[in-house]
């Protein structure tokens, strides 16, 4: 298998790599809803973040990699804008199909042109106008807004796209030359920090009953856990791990522009599993919004690569 993956060329074998890496995501995310019982998502965060850490380390030691970071203003800037994307995006998840929330984290590729083009004045031509307009009504298909069940919640992925967009551009702009390892420890020493101040902050000043019960999983402070929980941790840590070890390497042999339409494989993971493990599965026009989200990020892909090959 490993004499096989070598023999191919370098871009196909990063797209093996990273929708392989991307599927495992969608595999541990599922796992989530295991322990989203017993704690809330800064707890959840800040016990992954543990565990990820030392494996982190381990990585560095074995690839040789540093995962102390060099530039330090625009690395603290993409932290905090990834750090926010993934709080929200996990806060939602027990509360709404894992496929649907996915969807709307997967909305960074058009707030990445609406962002581009505001702020850096890049001309967009009118593919990517009109994959913006297929995404939107893809977006409105998935959240249904006027449907019964719908809350302000379900805005937290949208909310969680655009900063992950945000934390893209800063990647691409002024990151390029920074180690993997150091992008990732940042993240993940920030967020188990980001987890366990907003969880003390809960369990200090705790929400009124009603708040928490609408969402306990995005309010609960402090909890007391047991063995099982650490079990599920580390697995659940060793997946993101291995996850993102894989895509580091992909997006080290293949151009960011070509690897990106990959990166949707995990919608198709995330919600495999979610029906294999939950049987949880989006109604048929969530299904339908989330095939238009991902046709939209496929065409401004495509087109960002007809640009740089121009």
């Not at 690897?259 to 995330?270: D, F, P, R």
């Not at 949880?280 to 095939?291: C, E, L, Q, R, T």
Request: net charge positive; proline share 4%; aromatic share 12%.
């Amino acid at each position: 298998m490993l004499t096989w993956l070598r023999t191919m060329p370098a871009s196909k074998r990063g797209a093996v790599l990273l929708v392989s890496g991307i599927s495992i995501f969608g595999f541990s995310d599922n796992l989530t809803l295991l322990v989203s019982d017993q704690v809330g998502v800064g707890q959840f965060h800040f016990s992954r973040s543990l565990f990820a850490v030392l494996m982190v380390t381990l990585l560095g030691r074995i690839f040789g990699l540093s995962i102390m970071p060099r530039h330090w203003k625009p690395m603290l800037a993409r932290t905090g804008f990834m750090v926010t994307s993934i709080l929200l995006y996990f806060s939602v998840m027990p509360m709404m199909p894992i496929a649907e929330a996915g969807a709307g984290l997967f909305t960074s590729p058009i707030f990445v042109l609406l962002f581009s083009m505001i702020l850096f004045k890049e001309r967009i031509g009118w593919r990517r106008i009109v994959a913006v307009l297929i995404g939107t009504i893809g977006v409105l298909l998935v959240l249904q807004p006027g449907r019964d069940g719908f809350a302000i919640y379900h805005m937290l992925p949208i909310i969680a796209g655009a900063s992950y967009a945000m934390g893209s551009i800063i990647t691409y702009r002024y990151l390029q030359d920074e180690s993997s390892l150091a992008i990732l420890m940042s993240f993940i020493v920030s967020i188990g920090l980001c987890g366990a101040l907003g969880t003390s902050a809960l369990t200090l000043f705790p929400v009124s009953p009603d708040l928490l019960d609408q969402a306990p999983f995005l309010f609960r402070g402090w909890h007391a856990v047991d063995g099982v929980f650490w079990l599920w941790m580390v697995i659940i840590a060793a997946g993101a791990c291995a996850a993102l070890s894989l895509m580091t390497r992909a997006y080290q042999l293949t151009k960011t522009s070509y690897a990106a339409i990959y990166e949707y494989a995990y919608l198709i993971s995330v919600g495999l599993f979610g029906w294999l493990f939950w049987g949880v599965m989006p109604n048929i026009i969530s299904i339908i919004g989330i095939a238009l989200i991902i046709s939209a990020g496929v065409i401004i892909v495509l087109a960002q690569q007809n640009m740089d090959d121009a």
